[in-house]
């Protein structure tokens, strides 16, 4: 029996080891001294899949004190099994307090979204990404993508904006719309919705990006000019949902969910569940907001 | 323009470029050429796709280069095009900080910046020189667009207007070049490489592969672009008829190095070395 | 007047690979001078080194020996014979040109642009240049309806006539002219007799070949015979 206190427990403080940890923040650090450039990085193997947020999770274990509140959303929900289970394994993991009170936290991890309440200074975002490399659509292979980014080379990525107006009218680009960090890296927001892009640039909070499967973390500094691609005629445009409300708040300005019932009629719905509860129990949270070029 | 040519001397100015593949000793050069009749080295098993190339170019020059399959008239084209690099030689552009520096030094950044705005290539294959998975209208809009043009009406209107002058129906601006025919994709092509005006222009066997009449409107389309907008040019071809039709002055290929160089109708007229002499005599 | 021209010992020689090396020996220490403003006319048989001659002149063929000195307006003297590329493509954009008796078709360019193109290229207006080639078509006879044709079907006759329109309006310096009436009918042979004559008026010297004795009388103002490749003698107009 070791007598030591360092082996009483089954794991260490945020499940990774210490070497681990110090080599994710390195990574972490200089992904912060290059805004928008790729990082690669180790990527232990996690108690979940590749594909579940372990880059997600990488991060934020790798950054979390015994002081953070932490917060986890999946597509702007607190509730889903995802969120949940993360939430729960890094309770068990660091003894932390967990919340889902966007404003209470200072660690969020999250997928596919920004809340829409205004993040502070007092916090960092860590984003789940799938696929971090924006060119991959354009360029199939690594090497290739690599020179690119090093040379600065995203002719192809404007082309295929280009293309995206000539075939459909619009710069029609769902979700990972296509931006240009601090004048330099074109940079893959992860599938967030082109409606949080805008909130991407000049924020007070830290961003963080963790692509598990990929091998790869990059960040936006606070404060950081982050654009989203646009011709100087046709422009980047927000979802715009137009008269229509939340169906449980009478709430606009903020990302609505489109619901099916059971009997196929639909409703919209705010999609951060947070945000929803404070619109629903209390005065509307701060909230940046972007409105579309006429 | 014309009168140019002697004023400030040359554009292009070539230097000892070479291009082997495998591993050459140091007599693989001297183990092949003309003389030996072959451009692989008998001892090492190197091929010599080119060596010892030297040229000058000057502004509103259309240069031939002539030569049978393997000669390495392709591989010229392409080192100078920085589709690959060479083993050795130089290469200078005076519309490149005037002629001061080798091309072949240049960073990849700089490398992309002379080939998207001072160079144009027009290849053999549509596939080489086009993105199949782009519009016509993409095709030219990415030149573009690498030259700093982010206006989208502005870009529609130049690539219409470019389309407009290589004859491709400005209806078919925003298809796939994969359903055009031949001689479409050809001038596709065209209006790409002439899309930011450059200086120096490459085809590489343009016309091979498509039938004598679109052949015939293709070279055609070349000559007016040439004597509109004075563009210098190096034109491949294996085909005296295309030589003789584009070109000033025409060099001779054959294993790698140049047997012979000269006005393009005292080539065809008064060949004097003996390959040349038999190329010639072998038109039809 | 002003020399343009000084032939000095010009050789040339053939020689051909593929018949083992043959040589053949097609012009022998030819000297000669043509002044400004002067129409030298050659004779001779056929095979006499007439053309050899002239396209040694023009660069066509490259000479073995000898020296051709020619007093550029913008270079100064230069040895045709051995100049650079460069030096030669430069005098054949601007002063010197050659017209055969066969067209060099360049496939569907329609007559008239074949005609404008050498004025075009040396500065002209594109209008302009066409507006001369219509007049030189009028007066050489040229039916209106080939003007926009594509001349690559056209009889002897009427490419020769292109080829004649498009060296004269270029405004050449020095021209050297093989055949230019060879398969012409009278009044159109006239036609260019003319033309070539209010050439020479406009200060061009040229170099011409015939074997029609009307188109030599008219035209030459001084005659060389060539025999064998050799220079016979000098018959004076």
Redesign the interface.
């Known amino acids: 029996m070791i007598e030591n206190k360092k082996f009483q427990s089954a794991y260490n403080f945020a499940f990774l080891d210490e070497r681990t940890k110090r080599e994710i923040r390195r990574k972490i650090l200089k992904a912060i001294a290059l805004p928008g450039y790729q990082v690669p990085y180790s990527s232990p193997e996690m108690p979940i899949a590749r594909g579940w947020g372990t880059g997600g999770l990488h991060v934020s274990l790798a950054i979390i004190g015994r002081k953070d509140v932490f917060k986890v959303i999946d597509q702007g929900s607190d509730a889903s099994v995802n969120a949940c289970s993360l939430r729960q394994f890094i309770e068990r993991m660091t003894g932390c307090r967990t919340t889902v009170d966007t404003a209470e936290a200072t660690l969020i991890q999250t997928r596919h979204r920004i809340p829409e309440e205004i993040l502070t200074e007092q916090q960092i975002l860590v984003f789940q990404v799938p696929q971090p490399e924006i060119l991959r659509g354009v360029e199939r292979l690594e090497t290739r993508t690599r020179?690119m980014h090093?040379?600065?080379?995203y002719?192809?990525l404007?082309?295929?904006l280009?293309?995206a107006?000539?075939?459909y009218g619009s710069l029609m680009r769902g979700a990972g719309y296509p931006v240009r960090v601090n004048g330099r890296y074109m940079m893959s927001p992860s599938p967030i919705p082109r409606w949080d892009v805008p909130n991407l640039s000049d924020a007070r909070c830290l961003y963080l990006f963790g692509a598990g499967r990929e091998k790869r973390i990059y960040a936006i500094p606070p404060h950081t000019v982050v654009e989203p691609l646009e011709?100087?005629?046709?422009r980047f445009r927000v979802e715009d949902w137009g008269a229509t409300a939340c169906a449980y708040s009478n709430a606009r300005d903020a990302f609505l969910d489109e619901i099916y019932e059971d009997d196929s009629s639909r409703k919209f719905v705010v999609n951060d569940s947070n945000f929803l509860d404070k619109l629903r129990t209390g005065p509307r949270p701060p909230q940046r907001l972007f409105r579309n070029p006429q | 323009m014309n009168d140019m040519a002697l004023n400030s001397g040359w554009l292009l100015r070539v230097r000892g470029l070479t291009k082997i593949y495998g591993q050459p000793d140091g007599d693989s050069i001297a183990r092949t050429g003309p003389q030996a009749s072959t451009n692989i080295c008998p001892v090492t098993g190197a091929i010599v796709a080119c060596a010892g190339i030297d040229f000058d170019l000057y502004p509103g020059e259309v240069l031939g280069v002539v030569g049978e399959s393997g000669s390495g008239k392709s591989t010229l084209v392409q080192l100078l095009y920085f589709d690959q690099p060479p083993t050795a030689g130089s290469a200078f552009f005076t519309a490149l900080d005037n002629g001061t520096t080798d091309l072949f030094t240049l960073s990849?950044?700089r490398r992309?910046h002379v080939r998207?705005h001072l160079l144009g290539m027009v290849y053999q294959n549509p596939r080489d020189g086009l993105?199949f998975n782009?519009?016509a209208?993409?095709?030219i809009?990415?030149k573009l667009?690498?030259a700093g043009s982010?206006?989208?009406?502005s870009?529609r209107e130049r690539s219409s207007n470019l389309l407009r002058q290589t004859e491709v129906p400005v209806a078919r601006m925003?298809q796939t070049p994969r359903t055009f025919s031949g001689g479409m994709q050809q001038r596709v092509q065209i209006s790409k490489a002439i899309a930011n005006h450059p200086p120096l222009l490459f085809l590489d066997e343009v016309t091979s592969g498509l039938d004598v009449s679109v052949q015939a409107k293709v070279l055609d389309m070349i000559r007016q672009i040439q004597s509109e907008l004075g563009i210098s040019m190096i034109v491949v071809s294996h085909d005296l008829g295309v030589i003789r039709m584009l070109t000033d002055r025409t060099l001779v290929l054959k294993n790698g190095r140049i047997v012979e160089s000269g006005l393009t109708d005292q080539i065809l007229q008064d060949p004097q070395h003996a390959y040349t002499q038999l190329l010639v005599s072998s038109l039809l | 007047m002003a020399r343009l021209l000084e032939i000095r010992g010009l050789e040339k020689q053939f020689l051909l690979h593929i018949l083992n090396g043959k040589r053949i020996a097609a012009l022998h220490s030819i000297d000669c001078e043509i002044e400004e403003g002067e129409i030298l006319g050659l004779t001779g048989k056929s095979g006499s080194g007439k053309s050899t001659l002239m396209k040694c002149l023009y660069r066509t063929y490259l000479p073995t020996a000898g020296q051709i000195l020619y007093h550029s307006a913008s270079l100064g003297p230069v040895d045709l014979a051995r100049a650079d590329e460069h030096t030669i493509i430069h005098l054949r954009r601007t002063e010197i040109t050659y017209c055969s008796q066969f067209l060099q078709v360049i496939p569907r360019v329609p007559a008239l642009d074949v005609v404008a193109e050498p004025m075009i290229r040396r500065g002209a207006d594109r209008e302009a240049a066409l507006g001369r080639a219509r007049e030189a078509f009028e007066r050489l006879g040229l039916p209106t309806e080939l003007w926009d044709a594509f001349p690559a079907t056209f009889s002897g006759g009427e490419q020769q006539r292109i080829n004649i329109a498009r060296a004269v309006i270029s405004g050449p310096r020095f021209l050297l002219l093989d055949e230019p009436t060879a398969s012409l009918d009278a009044k159109t042979k006239d036609a260019v007799i003319d033309m070539i004559l209010e050439l020479r008026q406009s200060g061009c010297s040229i170099a011409l070949i015939s074997h029609d004795a009307h188109t030599m009388q008219r035209l030459a103002s001084r005659r060389l015979h060539l025999a064998e490749g050799r220079m016979e003698e000098e018959v004076h107009a």
């Open positions: 020179s090093a040379e600065a080379d002719s192809k404007w082309v295929s280009y293309e107006y000539v075939r011709f100087e005629d046709v | 990849n950044q992309r998207n993105n782009f519009t209208g993409g095709n809009a990415e667009i690498m982010m206006n989208v009406a870009i925003d």
